[in-house]
């Protein structure tokens, strides 16, 4: 397959960087600002050399990517919410020229899902985006071979800054600010972490389970949302107490779809430590699943992606 990468993150480089060895080839990559585009295949050493060393892919204007010979597009920008553009331009776009679409960008399946399924619906071109829920862990994939029907709930812990402050928070009672600063100075948080720890980036996940379970009709203005940033280490050492811990969790239970704090048995499958995300997922006939790995990071988003590109084969 031939692929047209938008967006040079972490994500979209880490694309560029292993595509070759699942037998693809990038023949367009593009960040905010700039792309390169070579027919035959980028150079992805040099590509990803200039963009660390000069913080630009290539010479070219971004949308020279979108007119290029191209299989699948890899939409790897950031996630942005309401109208979730760029991204969904670039979406359409792919979709109304009879390309594959293979999103890392949660924003179109988040908050415009009618909308992506309806131009999917409509195009010779697929659309898949496994890489939007947990990262590597293979959520979306378990999901559609259960059945979406066969699913009766989901839940989780979606997002690993917020897991990750929760669990140094219970482990060495340290108070928010303070492992939040430590968070920051590891990179397990960004410089601006609040689509991590108001709860945004769980709930725009749980958004999309809820889509893919129930078929549409979800975005981020339908889920209840708390974060963690007002938890004192009081509330998890009285959790301990009872042997309990504190988690973030996401839901997706009937239509109701939520992510808030949740008191979670301290030795349960749903006490995962660190940046470590699980899914669980409560089925018909199979009864429940547990799914867990790395939710976040460029090379474990990446392999979901890159696997997302191999089932279009």
């Known amino acids: 397959m031939r692929l047209a990468v938008l967006g040079a993150g972490s994500v979209g480089r880490a694309v560029v960087d292993l595509a070759s060895e699942y037998g693809h080839t990038v023949t367009a990559v593009a960040d905010s600002g700039s792309a390169v585009v070579d027919a035959d295949g980028v150079d992805a050493e040099a590509v990803l050399a200039r963009k660390r060393e000069d913080d630009v892919v290539g010479d070219g204007d971004p949308s020279h990517a979108l007119s290029t010979d191209?299989?699948?597009?890899?939409?790897?920008?950031?996630?942005?919410?309401?109208?979730a553009e760029p991204g969904f331009g670039h979406v359409?776009?792919?979709?109304e020229t009879d390309r594959h679409v293979v999103l890392a960008n949660k924003g179109p399946v988040a908050e415009r899902y009618d909308a992506v399924r309806a131009l999917a619906d409509e195009s010779a071109g697929s659309l898949r985006f496994e890489a939007t829920v947990g990262g590597?862990?293979?959520a979306l994939a378990t999901i559609e071979g259960v059945g979406p029907s066969r699913v009766t709930a989901a839940r989780g812990v979606l997002n690993g800054t917020a897991n990750f402050v929760l669990s140094r928070m219970a482990a060495e009672g340290l108070d928010y600010e303070h492992v939040l600063a430590e968070a920051q100075d590891l990179g397990v948080a960004e410089a601006d972490p609040t689509f991590d720890v108001d709860g945004t980036d769980a709930a725009l996940k749980c958004a999309i389970l809820a889509n893919v379970i129930h078929g549409g009709g979800y975005s981020l203005a339908d889920v209840d949302v708390e974060g963690i940033t007002a938890i004192p280490p009081s509330a998890l050492d009285l959790a301990a107490e009872?042997?309990?811990?504190v988690r973030l969790v996401g839901e997706v239970t009937g239509d109701d779809v939520r992510?808030?704090?949740?008191?979670?048995?301290?030795?349960?499958?749903l006490a995962v430590t660190g940046t470590t995300n699980i899914v669980q997922l409560e089925t018909e006939h199979a009864g429940r699943l547990n799914l867990s790995g790395q939710g976040a990071g460029g090379a474990a988003t990446a392999s979901a992606v890159l696997a997302d590109v191999n089932r279009l084969d």
């Open 70 to 83: 191209y299989d699948v597009l890899v939409e790897a920008t950031p996630t942005t919410l309401g109208d």
């Open 92 to 95: 359409r776009g792919a979709l």
């Open 136 to 138: 590597a862990i293979p």
């Open 242 to 245: 009872e042997g309990q811990t």
């Open 259 to 269: 992510v808030g704090p949740r008191l979670v048995p301290e030795h349960g499958t």
